[in-house]
């Protein structure tokens, strides 16, 4: 079946730094999706980017399909966005998640 | 999650007990799904359902089987609870399969 890797695993910041987050997928996909889940165990959808790339204020997401990957941009950092990142990728009826990335936002 | 709850949200077992937990949704979408969440594993597909009474299984279908008589009820049910099924279990709902996912809150089942 289809691989998703997401790196890096773990990532700690202060407050008002950037970050990336990187997904990397092995097959063609229908649909890729980033989600959220917030330290209460609540996920989140941030952004449905099956290729190109989107803003949501301080978000932002990018996927080359060609290329088999997505990238998330959080700019400016806060202590909410603490939490755990997941990339999810569609194919078919079936939707694959990555392990996805802890990130913890430091004051 | 608006539009999709999940029952009970915290279950204790014991281990070979029948167990079923319950997802509903007031947003008539077609998709519904059941996953489970482990450490080091992201979300795991057990199965889901296109329509009323129409289920496929997923990655992890193993030990359990689904029921959707109603287009607003999904039931996974464990026949014999074991310890490697105590995990954190989200329900899903999309309009087409594709995009729109809205999770629910999820249910902890603890199996012992």
């Known amino acids: 079946g289809i691989q998703v890797e997401q790196s890096p695993p773990d990532l700690i910041l202060q407050e008002g730094a950037n970050s990336t987050l990187r997904c990397n997928f092995s097959?063609?996909?229908?649909?890729l999706q980033w989600f959220h889940q917030n330290p209460w165990g609540q996920l989140i959808n941030l952004f449905y980017i099956p290729s190109g790339t989107k803003q949501n204020g301080r978000l932002s997401a990018t996927t080359v399909a060609t290329e088999r990957y997505s990238l998330l941009y959080i700019s400016s950092s806060q202590t909410t966005d603490s939490g755990v990142y997941f990339c999810a990728v569609v194919m078919g009826n079936d939707m694959r998640f990555g392990a996805g990335t802890r990130l913890t936002v430091k004051p | 999650d608006a539009g999709i709850t999940q029952s009970p949200r915290h279950k204790v077992t014991e281990t070979g007990t029948p167990v079923t937990l319950r997802c509903h949704q007031t947003e008539n979408h077609r998709y519904m799904y059941w996953y489970r969440q482990d450490p080091g594993h992201g979300l795991r597909l057990i199965h889901y359902s296109y329509g009323v009474k129409d289920t496929d299984k997923g990655e992890v279908s193993d030990g359990y089987s689904v029921s959707r008589s109603k287009t607003e009820d999904f039931l996974l049910t464990l026949e014999s609870a074991t310890s490697s099924q105590t995990s954190v279990y989200f329900c899903a709902i999309s309009i087409n399969g594709n995009y729109g996912y809205t999770f629910g809150s999820g249910t902890r089942l603890t199996v012992v």
């Open positions: 097959d063609s996909v229908n649909n």
